[in-house]
Structures are given as structure tokens and as C-alpha cells.
């Protein structure tokens, strides 16, 4: 099972990006899907997280400015990133808990990461 990531850049205060991450491999099923971010010494943060019974958590530091959503067909999940700001610069991981795998049990994974960078 893996996660592939992307969507990051460069962006002006005030301006948007998506984030989309996928979901690859013998997958069973996916209990949980999510973005943290970890900013230049600071600690990896939760930005939102979706379960698979559409049970949301939004961070309030990015609360009414970005949204979580799931294509389950696709096995992909997002991250609608309006009204950035410099402080929203980060590392942008994307995480999930996946029935999967060659011995079919639940685990967590990891994808590898997209720069967000929010220019003042």
C-alpha cells in the first residue's frame, strides 16, 4: 500500500491551492484519511481528518478556510486550501489507516510529503 501526494507550490497570502493524495496497492479498506503539515521546526501538526463514515476534525487554525474531501472510488482524499497565509507554510503529509496489504491488517501509512509555501 502506498500514498502518493501533490498539488504543493508556491502561492501568494490570500490565494489557493488542492492537495490531493492516493491511495495504491491491495487495499481492503480505509478507515481514515487525513493532512498534518510540520513547519520548519515545529512539531507535525493534524490540519483535517475524514473518516470512512464522514466524521470530520478541522484544525482551528485552519478552520472556514480549508476543506477535507474523499473520493472513496478513487481512493484518493483532498485538501481545498483557500485564504492561505504565510504561517500555512509547511510540509503537507497526507496519512491513512488502511486494511490492506499482503497480510491484510490494519495499519497506518504515510505519503511522502508536498511543500506548501505561502508568500507574504
Known amino acids: 500500500v502506498q500514498l502518493q501526494a501533490s498539488g504543493g507550490g508556491l502561492v501568494q497570502a490570500g490565494g489557493s491551492l488542492r492537495l490531493s493524495c492516493a491511495a495504491s496497492?491491495?487495499?481492503?479498506?480505509?478507515?481514515?484519511m487525513a493532512w498534518y503539515r510540520q513547519a520548519p521546526g515545529k512539531q507535525r501538526e493534524l490540519v483535517a481528518r475524514?473518516?470512512?463514515?464522514?466524521?470530520?476534525i478541522v484544525a482551528d487554525s485552519v478552520k472556514g478556510r480549508f476543506t477535507i474531501s474523499r473520493d472513496n472510488a478513487k481512493s484518493t482524499v483532498y485538501l481545498q486550501m483557500d485564504s492561505l497565509k504565510p504561517e500555512d507554510t509547511a510540509v503537507y503529509y497526507c496519512n491513512a489507516i488502511i486494511r490492506g496489504g499482503s497480510d491484510y491488517q490494519t495499519k497506518q501509512y504515510w505519503g511522502q510529503g508536498t511543500q506548501v509555501t505561502v508568500s507574504s
Open positions: 496497492g491491495s487495499i481492503v479498506s480505509i478507515n481514515v
Open positions: 475524514l473518516t470512512s463514515g464522514s466524521n470530520t
